[in-house]
C-alpha cells in the first residue's frame, strides 16, 4: 500500500515537471468551430463550492476552459497562479476562466484559494466531461488513470471552441488563451 502511494506521489511529481518526462507530442483536443459540450458540475471559487453550469457561465460572455492534470502539483500550481495573476486582464477582456481537473471538489476548493489565490473557479471533470472535451491523459502508468491533459480552450459566447491548445507544458497556455480571448470579435 505504501509502495502504491509512493509510485502514485511520484508520478505526480513527473507530472508537474510535465514536458520534460512526460510529453507526448501533440494531445487530442476538440477542433476550433467545435460546439462545446455543456456540462454541470461542482465547482469552487474562494473555497465556496457551488454548481457550475457552462451554459450559465457563457451568457457572460466567452469561457477559457482550461483542463490541468491534479491540483497542488508543481506544474499546476505555476499554471493556477499564472491565470490569478492574469484575470483582471481576461475580465477586461469580457471572458470567465475556469480552471477543470479530475480532483475530488474538496480539494479544489482549497486549490481555488490557496493557489487560485480566490480569482478564478475550478472545477471538478468527471469521466463524461474528460471524454466530451478529449482531455484525458494518455500514460501507461496506472496511477495517472482518470486524469486530464493539460487542454486550454477559448469558448465563444455562442458556445462553440475558437482556440484549443494541447501540451503538458504549462507556459503557453495563459499567453495563448489571453490572445484568443483578445481577438474575439463582439458577439461571437
Given at each position: ?112 484559494t490557496e493557489e487560485c489565490r480566490d480569482k478564478f473557479a475550478v472545477a471538478s471533470a ?63
Amino acid at each position: 500500500m505504501r509502495m502504491t502511494r509512493m509510485k502514485r506521489a511520484a508520478a505526480l511529481a513527473a507530472l508537474g515537471m510535465a514536458g520534460l518526462t512526460l510529453s507526448t507530442g501533440a494531445l487530442a483536443a476538440l477542433p476550433v468551430g467545435a460546439k462545446a459540450p455543456n456540462f454541470e458540475t461542482r465547482g469552487a471559487l474562494a473555497g465556496k463550492i457551488f454548481t457550475l453550469k457552462l451554459s450559465d457561465e457563457l451568457k457572460k460572455g466567452p469561457v477559457v476552459l482550461y483542463f490541468f492534470p491534479a491540483a497542488f502539483t508543481p506544474g499546476c500550481t505555476a499554471e493556477a497562479r499564472e491565470f490569478a495573476e492574469a484575470t483582471d486582464k481576461f475580465k477586461a477582456a469580457g471572458a470567465t476562466v475556469i480552471g477543470m481537473s479530475a480532483d475530488p471538489i474538496d480539494k479544489l476548493a482549497r486549490f481555488s484559494t490557496e493557489e487560485c489565490r480566490d480569482k478564478f473557479a475550478v472545477a471538478s471533470a468527471g469521466p463524461r466531461v474528460i471524454a466530451e472535451y478529449e482531455v484525458a491523459l494518455k500514460s501507461d502508468n496506472p496511477a495517472l488513470a482518470g486524469k486530464t491533459d493539460r487542454t486550454s480552450y477559448v469558448i465563444g459566447k455562442t458556445g462553440n471552441i475558437v482556440y484549443a491548445h494541447s501540451a503538458l507544458d504549462y507556459k503557453d497556455h495563459v499567453k495563448n488563451t489571453l490572445a484568443a480571448v483578445e481577438a474575439i470579435k463582439p458577439g461571437k
